[in-house]
Nanobody
């Protein structure tokens, strides 16, 4: 089992920045990738950024060059630095741990609201 707890969401003005954090605990050795997803009202959940344990980072086209995923292995933390936010980034953001390449464990989500 893997437990994920997100924090850092909130209300920010368009053009602003936020950093989301995800605390990871449990059987971390089973994790093949960490990622961030988001779900806006009335829309499907979508991948925002992923970081496989083998290396590399992957981003949705809509956030490329604005968002950065990173990890602190010693602290068992995963971060999502978000810059140049727009109202289109408003969503509930979820931390995810993948097992064998498939998204498996989810956090409870943290709300990000970007005002115009």
């Amino acid at each position: 089992q893997v437990q994920l707890v997100e924090s850092g969401g909130g209300l920010v003005q368009s053009g602003g920045s936020l950093r989301l954090s995800c605390a990871v605990s449990g059987n971390i050795f089973s994790i093949s990738a960490m990622g961030w997803y988001r779900q806006a009202p009335g829309k499907q959940r979508e991948m925002v950024a992923t970081m496989p344990t083998r290396g590399g980072t992957y981003y949705a086209d809509s956030v490329k060059d604005r968002f950065t995923i990173s990890t602190d292995t010693a602290k068992r933390m995963v971060y999502l630095q978000m810059t140049s936010l727009t109202p289109n980034d408003t969503a509930v953001y979820y931390c995810n741990a993948a097992i064998l390449g498939t998204p498996h464990y989810w956090g409870q989500g943290t709300q990000v609201t970007v005002s115009a």
